[in-house]
């Protein structure tokens, strides 16, 4: 479940496991694997930037903390 959300507010409180980017990529699941099989690590995905409004790659970094995981990501140039 989302926590917290930086720029798409309408995600908190919603599960979004089975999300999937454009690509077909489950970030949110991969996210996960990260957290419980490294603690911490990169993931890269496709992302609608609130900028510009388009489909951008998004790359996040994501640590676990107990039973969550805390990211924060930033889109490519």
Same mark, same amino acid.
């Given at each position: /479940? !989302?926590? *917290?959300?930086? *720029? $798409? $507010? #309408?995600?908190? &409180?919603?599960?979004?496991?089975?999300? $999937?980017d454009p690509?077909?990529?489950?970030?949110? %699941?991969? /996210?996960?694997?990260?957290? %419980? #099989?490294? &603690?911490?690590?990169? #993931?890269? +995905? %496709?992302? #609608?930037?609130? !900028?510009?409004? $388009?489909?951008? *790659?998004? @790359? *996040? +970094? =994501?640590?676990? =903390?107990?039973?969550?995981? @805390? &990211?924060?990501?930033?889109?490519?140039?």
């Amino acid at each position: /479940m !989302v926590r *917290t959300h930086g *720029t $798409k $507010k #309408e995600l908190i &409180g919603k599960n979004d496991f089975n999300r $999937k980017d454009p690509t077909g990529k489950f970030f949110t %699941q991969e /996210m996960i694997k990260i957290a %419980q #099989e490294k &603690g911490s690590g990169w #993931e890269e +995905y %496709q992302f #609608e930037n609130p !900028v510009s409004g $388009k489909l951008e *790659t998004k @790359v *996040t +970094y =994501l640590e676990r =903390l107990d039973d969550f995981f @805390v &990211g924060c990501g930033a889109f490519k140039p």
